[in-house]
């Protein structure tokens, strides 16, 4: 197989895409004016499609995260079980403190229906028991949502509890930053195979189910107030601690924008409006700044890239359709792969598409061999980068390719000598 040579030299060509949107955005690193008097001590905005923060306050720092780790303990449940599996409460599942079912131990209950007690009412025991379910154990079940934390590429995120009660192991305390704890929210929403369901589940306003034999019934009832108070609001759930103080994360959609938002330590008990005042705000602003904007990947033009040492000089590049659908992600309809990634663009943010391709490549190559990147850009920041791959071989001069351009030289050399005479 043809190796591709890396040269300490990049080459950098860079094909502009400006958009002319209408609604101011604020340069990077300004604290929007709108913004400017949240309650939060750590609140985030982002793109739900391309996962790009569009505003952060302290949203790296690692804090305790309530019951929105019900969100994780949700979907996990919804990938790894059924919703017609039984789940048999434990004593460790009844003695769970309020918010609660008052579920019994030796009561048992269908696996969707505990989902919506946990993540309508946020009901502490229901988690468990789920979590126990599915894992075996609580400590068993916190190992698969450090896992999936990772594989969602969440850094500052370590959990503990799957209802969210504070709690600490060897690992850590149970917490998570806002800029996690919205890229747990996106994966849910946008990425997950089960994202229909857990948009069924959470968008749901009241739901009634009974334990299995029947002894008794159960009625909830939706505590996320944002559905009901903002126009295009998604998801969301409620959390609070004494150390975690109230805590949201939620998203919205209007015109195919889907935007995410999360606030942690947002107030304490007296403050309980505080939170939906801060996700108001914070959606509101990135509805009326940031409009969305289109890249067509499969229409751009990409330049030729110079090969030495082949039987030709240059060889054509280009993106691997499929490939860069699986890197960007769910399309805006949380549908399917899209190979036209739509961002959110501010009006003084210039849209750009960056190709960073090697200083030469030495044959031989092969079709599909690496021959640099794609980026994607927006105010200064990369959003995305899509490996450029070669669309055709390019082979060594061997004596048969040699023999037949020097004859083809020689009489070509004949000809334009006949011609001349």
């Known amino acids: 197989m043809g190796r591709i040579v890396r040269k300490l030299k990049m080459g950098l060509a860079a094909l502009i895409l400006c958009g002319s949107l209408l609604p101011p ?6 604290v929007p004016r709108e913004l400017s008097q949240l309650y939060a001590h750590s609140a985030v905005l982002m793109d739900g499609d391309s996962g790009r923060i569009l505003y952060g306050k302290k949203e790296e720092e690692a804090l305790p995260m309530a019951s929105t780790t019900k969100i994780m303990t949700c979907i996990l449940a919804l990938e790894l079980g059924e919703p017609d599996e039984i789940c048999r409460v434990s004593a460790n599942a009844q003695a769970q403190p309020q918010v609660h079912l008052g579920m019994r131990e030796g009561e048992t209950y269908y696996l969707k229906d505990l989902l919506y007690s946990m993540m309508l009412e946020s009901h502490n025991d229901s988690a468990v028991c789920v979590a126990e379910h599915i894992g075996g154990s609580v400590e068993a079940f916190s190992d698969l949502m450090n896992r999936k934390a990772e594989e969602i590429g969440c850094r500052d995120t370590h959990y503990v509890t799957p209802n969210g009660l504070d709690g600490e192991d060897e690992g850590g305390i149970h917490s998570t930053t806002a800029a996690d704890l919205a ?26 189910f009974q334990e299995i034999s029947g002894a008794r019934s159960v009625s909830c009832v939706n505590r996320n107030a944002l559905l009901t108070m903002m126009d295009g609001a998604l998801s969301g759930k409620t959390g609070f601690t004494s150390k975690a103080g109230y805590c949201y994360v939620g998203a919205a959609r209007r015109d195919g924008e889907t935007l995410i938002g999360a606030v942690l330590a947002c107030g304490w008990p007296g ?7 801060d996700m108001k705000k914070m959606l509101e602003y990135g509805f009326e700044n ?64 960056r190709l960073k ?15 640099g990147e794609l980026l994607v850009e927006a105010g200064g920041e990369r959003l995305a980068s899509f490996p450029l791959r070669c669309r055709e071989d390019v082979e060594k001069p061997d004596f048969a390719w040699c023999l037949g351009q020097i004859t083809e030289e020689y009489f070509s050399f004949l000809g334009g000598a006949e011609r001349d005479f």
């Open 357 to 371: 391709t090697d200083a030469g490549i030495q044959a031989p190559v092969e079709a599909g061999e690496k021959a």
């Open 290 to 353: 940031y409009d969305r904007k289109t890249i067509d990947l499969e229409k751009l033009e990409l330049p030729a890239v110079q090969v030495t040492g082949g039987i030709r000089k240059e060889v054509r590049i280009g993106l691997d359709p499929k490939e860069a659908a699986e890197i960007w992600g769910i399309g805006t309809d949380g549908q399917e792969k899209t190979f036209k990634p739509a961002l959110l663009v501010g009006a003084e943010e210039e849209l750009k598409i």
């Open 271 to 277: 403050n309980k409006g505080y939170k939906w005042s």
């Open 25 to 30: 955005a604020c340069a990077k690193g300004e």
């Open 183 to 208: 890229r747990i929210m996106r994966y849910c929403l946008m990425e997950s195979e089960k994202r229909e369901a857990f948009l069924e589940i959470t968008r749901t306003g009241d739901y009634r």
